[in-house]
């Protein structure tokens, strides 16, 4: 192969990641706004119905469009609506530095932060296949009990720490 081949190769899957990128953000920007304008109907009045996936402190979930949205909520994890936004932004930002370190086979998924009337709803691509049955490493019960059974994905998220001057501690 030679570099011309290289190069457009790399070109080519930059352009395809862009377009996914740019056609996510405009599809989670549409649901997220139906979902926000909705935030004091009933539920049985929803287009998108909140979605009972588990969890606290992400607020109240909805799946639409294969996307998990997040709105935040007056949760007593964060001492308020406006703390628990901030969490939604910091999340974003989490999942940005973990992407920049650029670990080989170490993926996060597709993700955005909308600000919408007021309100801030968090975007992720939603991953059906991963369940509390297949997760291997974090949390799926609010930290009481944190997984890290798989050897690679802990060597992963060692070299990821390394990267980010963090270093392993307790939840």
């Known amino acids: ?16 990641q862009a377009s996914l990128s740019e056609y996510f953000l ?4 549409q649901y997220a706004r139906i979902i926000i304008e909705e935030y004091s109907m009933p ?4 287009i998108i119905k909140p979605a009972a996936i588990g969890g ?10 294969g996307i998990l949205f997040k709105f935040p909520s007056n ?4 001492n308020g609506l406006a703390n628990a936004m ?3 932004g910091h999340e974003l930002k989490g999942l940005n530095a973990y992407a920049n370190a650029k670990i080989p ?6 993700s955005a932060v909308i600000d919408y009337r007021g309100f801030r709803i968090t975007a992720i691509a939603y991953l059906s296949w991963i369940t509390k049955d297949t997760l291997v490493y974090g949390s799926a019960d609010a930290g009481r009990t ?11 998220m060692k070299e990821a720490a390394v990267h980010l001057g963090t270093q392993e501690h307790l939840v």
């Not at 192969?1 to 395809?16: H, K, L, N, T």
């Not at 405009?26 to 920007?29: K, L, W």
């Not at 606290?56 to 469009?65: L, P």
């Not at 944190?146 to 992963?156: G, R």
């Open 1 to 16: 192969m030679c570099m011309y081949d290289c190069v457009c190769d790399a070109v080519y899957r930059f352009e395809y």
């Open 26 to 29: 405009s599809t989670a920007e």
């Open 43 to 46: 539920d049985h009045k929803k």
């Open 56 to 65: 606290v402190a992400g607020g109240e979930k909805f799946i639409a469009g």
């Open 75 to 78: 949760s007593p994890i964060y």
């Open 86 to 88: 901030k969490a939604a």
């Open 105 to 110: 086979g170490l993926h996060v998924p597709l």
């Open 146 to 156: 944190v997984l890290s059974s798989d050897a690679k994905c802990n060597e992963k």
